[in-house]
T-cell receptor, first 114, second 110 residues
Framework: EAEVAQSPRYKITEKSQAVAFWCDPISGHATLYWYRQILGQGPELLVQFQDESVVDDSQLPKDRFSAERLKGVDSTLKIQPAELGDSAMYLC????????????FGSGTRLTVV | GIQVEQSPPDLILQEGANSTLRCNFSDSVNNLQWFHQNPWGQLINLFYIPSGTKQNGRLSATTVATERYSLLYISSSQTTDSGVYFCAVETSGANSKLTFGKGITLSVRP
């Protein structure tokens, strides 16, 4: 069964350092999402890509977060500088596009900022 | 935006018992999914069910779109069913997205 790949699985970083996460969606999936899940809560959307274009980044803290999907395939989410409040699970998901059959999520990256 | 409410927030069962998890949503949806989040954090898709009823082994789900709710049934629960169950919905629109409820934490005791 096709999977969404994410790395690293775990990341510990010091406050004010830069950190990056990588996601490779299911082949052929045009739409890619980055979600953040704070402990005890449901995931919340940070950014949505349609192919290489950002279509929704209204909840992305743009002063410190950036995301790109240069060739419309894999994607990188970056935080610089990291803050203590950024500690969370970062989940990537993909879907086929306009005709939905549901979203598939990757295993996530658990970030701890110390 | 759309509101998603799940109940109960926590549920403790004895192994072998049955349970019903509920999801209410505040607007019409074109997608509804139930996920199980395992202890390692991965969201496992259980059902894609914007309407109707589906069954997969001991699990089944029903969505009544006209009344804006969905139910997830777990029969003969096992300890491996423990974890957090999320309902997530998506409304129509060009840049639609999944909106999650707060989740239901299920603990199945041996």
């Amino acid at each position: 069964e096709a999977e969404v790949a994410q790395s690293p699985r775990y990341k510990i970083t010091e406050k004010s350092q830069a950190v990056a996460f990588w996601c490779d969606p299911i082949s052929g999936h045009a739409t890619l999402y980055w979600y953040r899940q704070i402990l005890g809560q449901g995931p919340e959307l940070l950014v949505q890509f349609q192919d290489e274009s950002v279509v929704d980044d209204s909840q992305l803290p743009k002063d410190r977060f950036s995301a790109e999907r240069l060739k419309g395939v894999d994607s990188t989410l970056k935080i610089q500088p990291a803050e203590l409040g950024d500690s969370a699970m970062y989940l990537c998901a993909s879907s086929p596009g306009p005709i939905y059959y549901g979203y598939t999520f990757g295993s996530g990256t658990r970030l701890t900022v110390v | 935006g759309i509101q998603v409410e799940q109940s109960p927030p926590d549920l403790i069962l004895q192994e072998g018992a049955n349970s019903t998890l509920r999801c209410n949503f505040s607007d019409s949806v074109n997608n509804l999914q139930w996920f199980h989040q395992n202890p390692w954090g991965q969201l496992i898709n259980l059902f894609y069910i914007p309407s109707g009823t589906k069954q997969n082994g001991r699990l089944s789900a029903t969505t009544v779109a006209t009344e804006r709710y969905s139910l997830l049934y777990i029969s003969s629960s096992q300890t491996t069913d423990s974890g957090v169950y999320f309902c997530a919905v998506e409304t129509s629109g060009a840049n639609s997205k999944l909106t999650f409820g707060k989740g239901i934490t299920l603990s199945v005791r041996p």
